[in-house]
């Protein structure tokens, strides 16, 4: 058998890399929910969420953060479709994000605390502000926005048609031009010349001239350089007495990128807080950032002082933690066929004093393989080499901007099962350099030379071992700042697929290091290696 036929998930498939707020094709939404895997502790903070929403609280921020491949995209995208509830082929997206919720702790009483939702009328404004043009400022790129999810250009003529609505007392642009110009939207929303000239055409024919047209446009054009976050909340508020059942929601990704990138800073963003919280729990704002809050308080050059708004808006933080993830990788990259389980509780319990032994490594918070348990959870990998692709990925501290490798730790588990062991046999486990070449695609160009010169220099000592794959362990083991990982038996360990292998490659191996070392592409010191600089 192999480890790919052992698998309930299909590897010859494709698993998001990245998820995008802004993509609502209906296909991606299904897909993406259908996908969701929902563990007891992120429906907790799904539950909490809901509790806050519908509660009578006045301070409408929530901040969402997780590290690179934490999931919090994924779970702030869906959060947005339970509130907005939209229809999914036929189907209520809260419908079909509940039945993810099944086999959770507590289902019944989670679900019924979500069904609450259901009195509620949400307006979601999705995006990436990292994506977006925030040369205006914040306060317009979300009203620009917010026309967009109004199926209005983004522009001075959709501001323009948004104003002649609301003068109306209307905010559906479909039975608006419907009824106006007997015309359907659809058919003219993507086409500047046609839906300026309907805009135009409804202006005059309330009796207004060409004159008062052109003085109008340009007013709105000079508006929109000057847009503040009082007009924004004006704006708002204007559409909010129309729409008296309704709450708009402005849930956008990559908040604390965009403040690095300064797209916008915190001031913007406490002017909006200050401006919008006079019209109580109708606005929301939703953020999600890689880093908390505080963190990005902390790493920012603003007194703290001028920052009390962000903090007493944003009261409700929900930071998603890694254990969510390791539950994600078990019960969906992990999980395995009854087939498979059999014979891997055969070969363990056959095999257990050997498995153990590979898979103990000595260093620092290593975990240990020593269960049957923990075997057929975490097979074909080893419970601790998720330990060391966190650290890997992300540093100790959990943030990507300290490593080289922005990757997630989601994709990369399967990228390491799809592009490494599908075709493996059963029984075979993963390899540090396995592991080293997927977390890291694409080295930094002195480790490239240095896996270069290695592999070179070892075929041409007649060697076994591949001076790559030798280098790939040792800079898997250092990388993890687990230490001291690299003593010879760490690095053979971590080198080999199967335990029966450690004495036939220990000699070879041994020699291997010494001569890198002798070829100063390694440092020796304190009988562990690291590769040279």
């Known amino acids: ?62 901040w969402i953060s997780g590290f690179y491949g934490s999931g ?25 994000i509940l039945q993810r919720f099944t086999g959770i702790r507590d289902e019944a009483l989670i679900k019924n605390s979500i069904a609450r939702l259901g009195t509620e009328n949400c307006r979601v404004v999705f995006m990436d502000v990292a994506k977006q043009d925030t040369s205006k400022g914040l306060a317009y790129t979300l009203f620009r926005v917010f026309l967009k999810s109004l199926h209005l250009p983004e522009n001075e003529h959709g501001i323009f048609l948004y104003q002649l609505m609301i003068n109306d007392n209307q ?64 704006e708002l508020s204007n559409y909010l007495q129309i729409n008296t059942d309704e709450k708009i929601i402005f849930l956008f990704d990559e ?37 908390k809050l505080d963190d990005v308080i902390n790493n920012s050059n603003i007194n703290k002082a001028q920052l009390t708004k962000v903090t007493d808006r944003f009261k409700t933080k929900i930071h998603l933690e890694a254990t969510e993830v390791d539950i994600i990788i078990r019960n969906r990259l992990l999980n395995k066929k009854a087939g498979a389980i059999d014979k891997l509780k055969v070969h363990y319990n056959k095999n257990s004093g050997k498995v153990s032994d590979h898979a103990a490594l000595t260093g620092i918070g290593i975990t240990k393989t020593d269960t049957l348990d923990s075997y057929l959870t975490y097979y074909p990998f080893y419970q601790y080499q998720f330990n060391l692709l966190q650290n890997f990925l992300f540093g100790t501290k959990g943030y990507t901007s300290t490593k080289v490798a ?9 990228d390491i099962l799809k592009r490494e062991l599908a075709d493996k046999e059963l029984f075979a486990t993963a390899t540090g350099w396995q592991i080293n070449k997927q977390a890291q695609p694409q080295p930094p160009a002195h480790l490239v030379i240095r896996y270069d010169n290695a592999e070179r220099i070892l075929k041409e000592c007649g060697s076994s071992i591949s001076g790559r794959r030798l280098l790939e362990t040792i800079n898997f083991l250092n990388e993890a700042e687990v230490g001291p990982t690299t003593t010879v038996s760490n690095i053979i360990k971590s080198y080999i697929d199967d335990p029966e292998d450690y004495h036939k490659v220990h000699e070879h191996i041994v020699k291997a290091l010494d ?10 010191a304190n009988n562990t290696y690291r590769i040279t600089s």
Do not use: C
């Open 1 to 62: 058998m192999k480890i790919k036929d052992s698998l309930t998930i299909d590897l010859t498939e494709d698993i998001k890399n990245v998820i995008d707020l802004e993509d609502h094709s209906e296909a991606e939404i299904q897909a993406e929910i259908e996908n969701y895997i929902v563990t007891d502790g992120l429906a907790r903070d799904y539950e909490e969420f809901v509790a806050t929403f519908t509660s009578d609280i006045v301070e409408t921020g929530v």
């Open 72 to 96: 919090k995209s994924y779970f702030a995208k869906l959060l947005g479709y339970l509130l907005s509830n939209r229809s999914i082929a036929g189907t209520p997206a809260r419908d079909r």
């Open 171 to 234: 905010t559906n642009i479909h039975d608006y031009i419907n009824k106006k110009m007997d015309r359907n939207w659809s058919q003219i929303q993507t086409k500047m010349l046609e839906y300026s000239k309907a805009a135009k055409s409804i202006y005059i024919n309330t009796g207004n001239s060409e004159s008062d047209y052109e003085n109008l446009m340009t007013t709105i054009r000079r508006d929109m350089d000057q847009f503040s976050a009082s007009r924004l909340k004006d």
């Open 255 to 291: 908040a604390s990128e965009a403040i690095t990138q300064q797209k916008f800073n915190l001031l913007d963003l406490e002017g909006i807080s200050e401006a919008l919280s006079s019209l109580g729990a109708k606005v929301w704002t939703i953020a999600i950032a890689q880093e």
């Open 406 to 414: 922005a990757r997630g730790m989601i994709i990369t588990t399967y």
């Open 515 to 524: 001569d890198l070392v002798e070829a100063k592409i390694l440092l020796s």
